[in-house]
């Protein structure tokens, strides 16, 4: 749980995990240089129970770092995100770790996903078919940290989060989905409060710069070699959000928007390139 000024819900978020029917757990608590009373809530914590571990960084990290650093600190063998301002319900932990069970070769899930058409959940998809799902049939590489759990050795083998704001859990399930399966599970399991303190209410007033910042994800995965697609798949992904760019281009530009017009030239331009370069290395 990493913490930076939510003394308004951070109890919340507590009680929701000591209240879960799983009680082999640590709960660590690493809290990003708060102005607010939202140390002195967690200490109160860790003073009864012994479950809980509470960090204080020395310097203020941000969110994606400071997730990185809790997960360094860590010493369980599976990781959990509960943000300091959300929840999870009492089975949710157990059932998180009931799915997971069933496949050891998964190295991380995620749930709050609403239900496929082709099976039941839990449903574990290889590197290929993660893909594939998010690509072409319903996104699965959206979710938050909060719908996640992942295996410490599978965060230890990607190196954690980037330190990119908003898309870096994207990034994450992009790579993660390289190397491993994932196993996909319902909703049910968390609630994610939303409230307008939250970062992304602020990238919300402004979609272009998140739209850019998640099309570089995109783009970084397709020209990995270690992307679990074909090349004409990728292609086809490509020309997909090339077009999209281009739209979106064209709707600027008749609003006379010419610096968001702009933006989205160069990235349909990047999937070109990407196109280009995936067909050059076949």
Known sequence: MTTYNREKYVSFAIESVLGSTCNDFELLIVDDCSTDGTVEIARRYE????????VVNEKNLGDYPNRNRAASLARGYYLKYVDADDYIYPTGLQTLIDMMSRYPEAGYGLCSLLQLRNAPFPLCLSPTEAYRQHFFCSPIFHKAPLSSIIKKSAWDAVGGFSKEKMVSDADM???????FDVVLMPLGIVWYRQHDDQEVSDLLRAPVHYAMRYDAVVQRALSSEN???????KQDICNRFRRMSVRQMIKNLVRGRLKEASLYASNALAFGRICTEVAGRA
Do not use: C, G, Y
Request: hydrophobic share 35%; glycine share 0%.
């Open 227 to 233: 992307a679990p697609l074909t090349v004409e798949e």
């Open 47 to 54: 003073q009864k129970d012994s479950r809980i571990r509470v």
């Open 173 to 179: 399930w992009h790579r993660l989905s390289m190397q």
